[in-house]
């Protein structure tokens, strides 16, 4: 079994730093993706990303929800408060690309981000969108978004299962885990064509059930519980950030 931190060195700087193998353009660092005073990072997505965000963002005590969004904004908080960056949660429960393309001008473009963080897929697998309709709707998303900032940063998560929960069952899971990969393989394509920074979070899971079970990490299949989330959050730190890490 892998130790913490042979886990950690494994899953996360390995897996991020090959999604970022895939350009050939300079690493990210503080100053190249952005991370300058005042810039803007949204997150958009479905469940995962929303994990009941505040919808009153007066609220300041629950506008980002309890997402890997919220551990973002705490790590990096604490690690760059000169930066004072602003973070927007915009993920909506049970969204597909097609429902983020009926409110992308109000929940994304209006927003005028520096940066942008979409993780989304699984509920284009559960709603049976095809693979060339998730391409065509992604690309609508991001050809908008970089037509609003031509110097808009970009990162791309794949969407990921876990056999656990739901998704236990053989037929269930091949099932399922098939068609995640088609959506996970456009990713990957997408993230190149747009040159955006690319986190491979189906492998990173994947890793982690070498150190504990999937129930450990996501308990239905789709949904991560903390731990889950605070993968995700290390490996978004990770491939954004390297120098915000700790040693």
């Not at 990072?41 to 919808?55: A, E, K, N, V």
């Not at 110097?151 to 885990?177: H, I, T």
Request: glycine share 8%.
């Amino acid at each position: 079994m892998l130790d913490r931190r042979s886990f950690l060195t494994r899953s996360v700087v390995a897996a991020g730093a090959a999604a970022l193998g895939s350009s050939a353009k300079a690493a990210p660092s503080k100053t190249s993706i952005g991370l300058v005073a005042g810039s803007r990072l949204l997150f958009q997505g479905d469940s995962i990303t929303d994990m009941q965000w505040g919808r009153n963002q007066r609220d300041r005590n629950h506008y980002l929800g309890h997402s890997y969004v919220f551990l973002l904004a705490a790590r990096l908080g604490v690690d760059m408060p000169e930066a004072k960056l602003e973070f927007y949660n915009r993920g909506i429960s049970g969204n597909t690309t097609q429902d983020l393309k009926k409110r992308w001008q109000k929940d994304a473009i209006d927003i005028k981000p520096d940066l942008l963080s979409i993780l989304i897929g699984t509920n284009d697998v559960g709603k049976g969108i095809t693979p060339q309709e998730f391409e065509a709707n992604y690309r609508q998303l991001l050809d908008a978004s970089l037509a609003a900032n031509s110097q808009l940063r970009l990162v791309m998560l794949d969407p990921f299962v876990l056999r656990s929960g739901g998704l236990k069952s053989e037929q269930a899971w091949k099932a399922r885990r098939s068609a995640t990969d088609k959506l996970g393989a456009i990713v990957d394509k997408l993230a190149a064509d747009y040159n955006a920074v690319h986190i491979q979070t189906q492998a990173i899971f994947d890793a982690a059930t070498e150190l504990a079970p999937p129930e450990h990490w996501i308990w239905d299949g789709i949904h991560p519980l903390p731990q889950g989330h605070e993968l995700i959050a290390r490996s978004w730190l990770e491939a954004l950030c390297p120098l915000s890490q700790k040693s």
